[in-house]
Antibody, heavy 121, light 109 residues
Framework: QVTLRESGPALVKPTQTLTLTCTFS??????????VSWIRQPPGKALEWLARIDWDDDKYYSTSLKTRLTISKDTSKNQVVLTMTNMDPVDTATYYC?????????????WGQGTLVTVSS | QSALTQPASVSGSPGQSITISCTGT?????????VSWYQQHPGKAPKLMIY???KRPSGVSNRFSGSKSGNTASLTISGLQAEDEADYYCCSYAGSSILFGGGTKLTVL
């Protein structure tokens, strides 16, 4: 059974750095073709893809946010970490992690429940 | 890279069919058969409904179908049911990134 769970602060101040952790089970990120992505959704708005890390440690970032994002993995802990620098109120959103398999059409069959991050002073 | 374009809202009566369009460019939807569709109910995580343009994951009703022509993908829901009322998002592989659509709110009248 595949599960993912996001964790991190619910409230951050403007200009601070956000660190989110995705802890997963039911698969290994060292398996060929396996990837984990971060996706966010501001309240009442659309989904926005942020970043992806692959089993071979390849990393991909949203063009508009790449200067602020870092994604990493700890395979032994079954965790993927996303950091986002210089947080702003417009970054207030529910942040999801989701699993992708290259052989399954670059789609996200498994999602975490999401964690709401509010940026406010 | 811009988000994929979807209609903001669509509606239909129970039993009817509706289609949601998703327009991209030749760099994303038009270049890859890697379009997926997600259903999202309020307060819930998205659920995969269609992948690789027209494939359904196990457990997804065959009332949901997908297609693509050129730079536009489409999701069709037949035999509308009350529980289909939700937001729907298209998604496309775009080389080194993934693009989502702006979302479509489906109302079942």
């Amino acid at each position: 059974q595949v599960t993912l769970r996001e964790s991190g602060p619910a409230l951050v101040k403007p200009t601070q750095t956000l660190t989110l952790t995705c802890t997963f089970s039911g698969f290994s990120l060292s398996t060929s073709g396996m990837c984990v992505s971060w996706i966010r959704q501001p309240p009442g708005k659309a989904l926005e893809w942020l970043a992806r890390i692959d089993w071979d440690d390849d990393k991909y970032y949203s063009t508009s946010l790449k200067t602020r994002l870092t994604i990493s993995k700890d395979t032994s802990k079954n965790q993927v970490v996303l950091t986002m620098t210089n947080m702003d109120p417009v970054d207030t959103a529910t942040y999801y992690c989701a699993r992708m398999r290259i052989g399954e059409g670059y789609s996200y069959e498994y999602w975490g429940q999401g964690t709401l991050v509010t940026v406010s002073s | 890279q811009s988000a994929l374009t979807q209609p903001a809202s669509v509606s239909g009566s129970p039993g009817q069919s509706i289609t949601i369009s998703c327009t991209g460019t030749s760099s994303d939807v038009g270049s890859y058969n890697l379009v997926s569709w997600y259903q999202q109910h309020p307060g819930k995580a998205p659920k995969l409904m269609i992948y690789e343009v027209s494939k359904r994951p196990s457990g997804v009703s065959n009332r949901f179908s997908g297609s693509k022509s050129g730079n536009t993908a489409s999701l069709t829901i037949s035999g509308l049911q009350a529980e289909d009322e939700a937001d729907y998002y298209c998604c496309s592989y775009a080389g080194s990134s993934i693009l989502f659509g702006g979302g479509t709110k489906l109302t079942v009248l």
